[in-house]
């Protein structure tokens, strides 16, 4: 009698969890559909705009079109594009596992000081000419960018490790980074020429407009290598929202890895900000956005994040094109204006649940 009065209560069981998984994955699909329209969207429009069949039928058909639209479509606005769609799938991916492994909900590259550090880096560059790789001067502006990202990523991780270290310490720790890097840049701006202090303006408002096909390949292959180390530590990254005595029950090694995990997000944070400038809050809102659709587990939440991420990107790079016509705004400012109003009801929404 109790065997089979269990076999149903299992089915059911099974049956749910199978309905769930669908469900999040036709979620998962709809945001793909969306991003492909948002990409071939953001092609369309320019100082010379195209129908989406225009846009299509020089992505299927380029013969069959003439030189100036396949140059204007496959070389001027395809890397911008794709741009905006690495560039926020990685800031985005970077996000969600630095709040994974701080159990921080408002960690995220530019909350926590990596995107002001690549900008002092970027600065150092423009306004002193100072190289801190030397061999590569000629690339001296994204390396030193990406180099002192690195830093700031390391040294949150290293301090979140340290004995008595809170979550709201880290969160002091990445505003007290936010504001030394950024009192040091506006030393930098104070001291530079005109000419290098309209680059600095330029490149920290951020902006997709100097896209090239190497900086997308770049950042793509960065979050092709990253993406399938964070999907095989799937089940250990969701354990470890449980905290660490419980992930570390499950024979999880939490400092290895917390290690590994703030190295991959290190690279997809620092990279994508070298080559385009401060984006902000693509890394906060877009995993909040996936964790209210698909929950926290990583299978879902993986790709969900980085599909949000890439689709919050691409449209803002639309919106920065449709509110002056024939301009592009900074696609920085867009997302700070998106992202200010969510960061506002996330910090009220946990004050609520601290009460």
């Known amino acids: 009698m109790t065997l089979a009065m269990a076999q149903p209560i299992e089915d059911t069981s099974g049956g749910r969890y199978r309905a769930l998984a669908f469900r999040r994955l036709v979620l998962i699909l709809c945001l793909v559909a969306a991003l492909f329209l948002s990409v071939a969207v953001d092609m369309a429009l320019g100082p010379a705009n195209y129908t989406l069949s225009d846009v299509l039928t020089a992505l299927f058909y380029p013969a069959s079109v003439d030189d100036q639209r396949r140059v204007v479509i496959w070389?001027?606005?395809?890397?911008?594009?794709?741009?905006?769609?690495?560039?926020?799938?990685?800031?985005?991916?970077?996000?969600?596992?630095?709040?994974?492994?701080?159990?921080?909900?408002?960690?995220?590259?530019?909350?926590?000081?990596?995107?002001?550090?690549?900008?002092?880096?970027?600065?150092?560059g423009l306004v002193a000419g100072v190289a801190i790789f030397p061999v590569a001067v000629h690339y001296m502006v994204p390396i030193n960018a990406f180099l002192m990202a690195m830093v700031a990523a390391l040294f949150i991780h290293f301090a979140s490790t340290m004995r008595g270290v809170t979550v709201e310490t880290i969160v002091l720790l990445g505003i007290a980074l936010v504001f030394t890097f950024n009192a040091l840049l506006s030393l930098l701006e104070y001291l530079a020429s005109e000419q290098a202090l309209a680059a600095v303006v330029f490149w920290t408002m951020g902006s997709l407009t100097k896209a090239t096909w190497v900086k997308v390949w770049v950042t793509g292959a960065i979050l092709v290598f990253a993406v399938p180390l964070f999907a095989r530590r799937a089940w250990a990254l969701t354990a470890l929202r449980l905290g660490d005595d419980k992930a570390a029950s499950f024979g999880i090694n939490v400092?290895?890895?917390?290690?590994?995990?703030?190295?991959?997000?290190?690279?997809?944070?620092?990279?994508?900000?070298?080559?385009?400038?401060?984006?902000?809050?693509?890394?906060?809102?877009?995993?909040?956005?996936?964790?209210?659709?698909?929950?926290?587990?990583?299978?879902?939440?993986?790709?969900?994040?980085?599909?949000?991420?890439?689709?919050?990107?691409?449209?803002?790079?639309?919106?920065?094109?449709?509110?002056?016509?024939?301009?592009?705004?900074?696609?920085?400012?867009?997302?700070?204006?998106?992202?200010v109003p969510f960061f506002f009801v996330l910090i009220f929404s946990n004050r609520r649940r601290s009460w």
Not at 80 to 97: N, P, Y
Not at 111 to 121: D, E
């Open 255 to 339: 400092r290895g890895l917390r290690l590994e995990t703030m190295l991959l997000v290190s690279l997809l944070a620092a990279i994508p900000v070298s080559f385009v400038g401060t984006i902000g809050f693509v890394g906060l809102v877009g995993p909040h956005i996936a964790r209210m659709l698909v929950g926290e587990d990583q299978r879902f939440f993986l790709p969900a994040s980085l599909v949000c991420g890439a689709l919050l990107l691409s449209a803002t790079s639309v919106v920065s094109k449709t509110i002056i016509p024939g301009a592009i705004l900074p696609i920085g400012v867009i997302t700070a204006l998106v992202g």
């Open 75 to 124: 070389d001027i606005r395809m890397p911008i594009a794709l741009m905006a769609v690495t560039v926020g799938a990685s800031l985005s991916v970077a996000g969600a596992q630095m709040q994974t492994i701080l159990a921080n909900p408002l960690a995220s590259p530019f909350t926590l000081g990596i995107s002001a550090a690549a900008s002092f880096g970027a600065a150092l």
